[in-house]
């Protein structure tokens, strides 16, 4: 038998019970890759002719719409009781459509972020990125409050909500929108940003680096005084990590 006939039909194997829902993905192309209408006649074989269309549909749509979209679906169509039974599945794309759907009940930051905790701490990344991305937009929306609320979690014992907690509102962030005022008035993310600038997870160094870049590239000033304060306050190898990725936009731009 050839071997790399061997491994070429594991990994379609594997593929496959990826798209039946059976178990979680293992790389973000894969994540991209799912037929979700596919995925929900598996995960959901009772799913209604109406679900199964609003789900196709939403095929149509860029990543994070399409989330969104098959989140308030499965919302409308089986009931917030059935959605968060579905944060248990093993599939960790039905579990990201199931926190989305959740995500739209109302509330407060404070309860927006309670209830999302449990996906920001999965242990698939996949459902750690839909976690943030599910709650941003209504975070930013009451930005004060929100800050308050992430920066209370800076302190978890967790690696994956203290990186939530810096994720969720970087100025620019990943497939999402901006927060413009964050990009202008970056000072306001300081609570989050100050308690974590020394983190000793990678995980989080990375998150805290990224928001710092993504203000770096609206306002350069303020990530350049932001550096050469926290490098005399914080001179560890931590904090140099953290700035010499915060800064990479602005080595990049030198001449």
Known sequence: MNPTNGSRNRL?????????????????????????AVLLAHAIPEASAELAAEVRAAGELGILARMRAIGAALRAHLGAAACAELTRHPSDTVRGW????????????????????????????????????????????????????????????????????????????????????????????????EPLRADPSVYVQDSVANWINDAAKSNPGWARDLAIRWARESPGPQTQRILHRGLRSLHDARP
Do not use: C, N, Y
Not at 100 to 118: D, K, Q, R, Y
Not at 123 to 148: C, N, Q, T, Y
């Open 98 to 193: 199931a926190w989305f759907a959740l995500a739209a009940e109302p509330g407060s930051p404070h309860e927006l972020v309670a209830l999302i905790l449990p996906a920001a701490d999965d242990p698939h990344f996949g459902v750690r990125e839909w976690a943030w991305m599910a709650v941003r937009d209504r975070l930013a929306v009451e930005l004060e409050e929100s800050i308050a609320v992430l920066a209370e979690l800076t302190t978890d014992p967790s690696e994956r909500i203290r990186r939530f907690a810096s994720e969720a509102l970087r100025p620019r962030g990943v497939w999402a929108k901006r927060i413009a005022v964050l990009g202008a008035e970056p000072d306001r993310g300081l609570p989050i940003l």
């Open 12 to 36: 379609s194997a594997s593929r496959d019970e990826v798209q039946r829902g059976r178990v979680e993905s293992r790389t973000l192309g894969e994540i991209t890759a799912l037929d979700h």
